[in-house]
């Protein structure tokens, strides 16, 4: 994860961030007026962006997400939950660009024309982790913040995005790739090797980021469901509900694993 910092030493990185944000929030605030959850969530093609962005720019794409996703916020569901959306938007960028090669089904972090059915499949699979782990991370918050319940707010976010990024996804980002790479302005061309090192073990950790977030994913589904949580211990009157509690082991895997990639 070294990039995510060092990355701001780069003038072209800082920009991209900018352009990421700016480009996020003006495809998400237009829609603001159309709720699924009313204050929390909405219909979101935008949700295409991070995913993308994070492929094509790497941690400028990720943070750019982050912030694109505070900036929508302002505009009709900011809140606290925003600093769950924060967090859950940028692991929704940071997941894509990280795990892409260290699934056995594309060579770089800039092989990104999607020619091939291994590709197809390859950035299927990039949608569908990047996806559930943005709505576990939120979902998770809201559910410790007492503000929406696991159930349904984390597979509606989930599968929004999901949606979003399988239908747009690969044609925006055909759009967009050759061009940006004839500019110089893919992020593996921006940034020096010695400011973004390979983690230490990167299938492990894309092994447990893919664990942690099916883990989270069922066990907080289960727990809503009033599955297994009289196992789930209670600590005080004011503890996290047994569904956060249940949840949050998961969150350490996917955030070790990330670590690890």
Known sequence: MKEVFTMWKYTKMVVLVAVSAAFYAALTIPLKGIPIIPGYTELRPGAVVP??????????????AAFGNVIGDFFGTFGIGTIFGFFGNFFYGFLAYKVWTHMGLAQSADDL??????????????VVLSSLACGLIIAWGLEGAKLVPFL????IISVNNMIACLILGIPLLGLLHARLNRWDLLWSAIMEQADNPPGPTPKLGTALVWGGVLGGFITGIALSLGIGVAIIPQV???????????VAPFLIIVLVGSLLI
């Open 236 to 246: 005080g009157s004011g503890a996290l509900s047994p569904v956060a509690l249940g």
């Open 113 to 126: 024309q999607i020619n091939s059915w291994k590709k197809v499949v390859n950035f299927g699979l990039v």
């Open 152 to 155: 349904p707010v984390g597979p």
């Open 51 to 64: 995913v993308v962005f994070g492929l094509l720019f790497g941690p400028a794409g990720a943070w750019g």
